[in-house]
Each structure stands twice: as C-alpha cells, then as structure tokens.
C-alpha cells in the first residue's frame, strides 16, 4: 500500500471534480434556478449532489484526522455554485494537506468514529480514503450525466486522460477541460 497511490487518486478526484464546478457554473450563469433542476440517483437535485459532495468530504477528512465529524452541509446555504465551490476549496486544501501528513505506515492506522446514526465504527485510514474517492466517483458520474443532458457537460473526466494532461503526454486535447497542472490552488 503506498500513500503515493491515494494522493494521485485525490489529485484526479479534486481535477475532476473541478471540472464539474466550472460546469455547473456555466449553467448557474445561464440561469439561477438551474442548480435546482432534478437530478436522478443523486441527492435530488444538482444544488443539493453538489453540496453532498462537498460535506461528505468534509466528514470523512474529520474522521480520518481522528476529529468529529463536523455538521452536513445544507444546500439552502449555497445561493450560487461559487459559494459552493469556496467551500469545495477550502476542503480541497485541507484534504491535500492531510494527505501530505501521511507516510506509507499510515495507511493501516485503523480509525474510529461515530457514525451519523451515532454507532462506533473502525476502519483502517486506507478503507477510509478509498471510500471517499470512491464516494466522490459516483456522486460525480451523476453529475456529469445531468450537467451533459442540461447542456453543460464537465468535457472528458477519465483517469487516464487526467494522467495525459498532467503529464503533457496527451493527444486528445479537449479545449474544455483545463489544464490540471495549472489548477488554481
């Protein structure tokens, strides 16, 4: 197990999940009621998948920092998809941060928290990381299905093309999708 592994994973996950704010900003900026259009398999609308996304970060980065979990998010205070993506920000950051605490030993460290039915849980920190990048895969498939069928798709969110453009190694250069090695920080 190599904390290298999960850091590269997250650095997709938060390029990834970049592209879906810029997208959902796009269709913010078109119309304003637009976050509250229907989202199937998400968390009912993309306002609300949005939010999800963000707060679940926030309680799996607590836990794994052996903290309690904070409140969740609610979407009723997130007027525009930039409130939401300066919170995703100051998550991304805390979780890069986090990460670059760990050593290769950590990853079996086995966490315990409370879970939101206020039952004991343990698991070890790399389940932990793991399910958050996993977590994140799905919400953001549901996303990027429904941002694409409102008009505003998120462009190519493939590991492999996210390995591409961060290595320069890509041919399929979609003018869409920014580059991840000058991500805003």
């Not at 100051?90 to 939101?116: G, K």
């Not at 694409?148 to 492999?160: A, E, H, I, K, R």
Request: hydrophobic share 40%; proline share 5%.
């Amino acid at each position: 197990m190599s904390i290298e592994y999960f850091r590269t994973l997250y650095e997709f996950t938060a390029w990834a999940n970049e592209q879906l704010f810029a997208a959902a900003a796009r269709l913010d900026e078109q119309d304003e009621t637009a976050l509250d259009l229907p989202l199937a398999g998400g968390y009912g609308t993309l306002r609300e998948t949005l939010t999800h996304l963000v707060s679940a970060q926030r309680v799996w980065l607590a836990r794994a920092r052996g903290e309690a979990s904070p409140p969740q998010l609610l979407a009723s205070g997130f007027a525009t998809v930039s409130d939401l993506r300066a919170c995703w920000e100051t998550s991304d950051r805390e979780m890069r941060d986090f990460l670059a605490t760990l050593d290769d030993d950590a990853l079996a460290r086995p966490v315990a928290y409370v879970n939101t039915q206020g039952e004991p849980n343990e698991y070890a920190l790399w389940h932990i990381l793991s399910h958050l990048i996993m977590h994140t895969a799905q919400h953001r498939a549901e996303l990027a299905m429904a941002l694409t069928q409102y008009g505003v798709s998120p462009g190519w969110l493939d590991f492999s093309y996210y390995l591409d453009l961060r290595d320069g190694t890509t041919i399929h250069v979609s003018p869409s999708v920014p580059d991840p090695k000058h991500r805003s920080q």
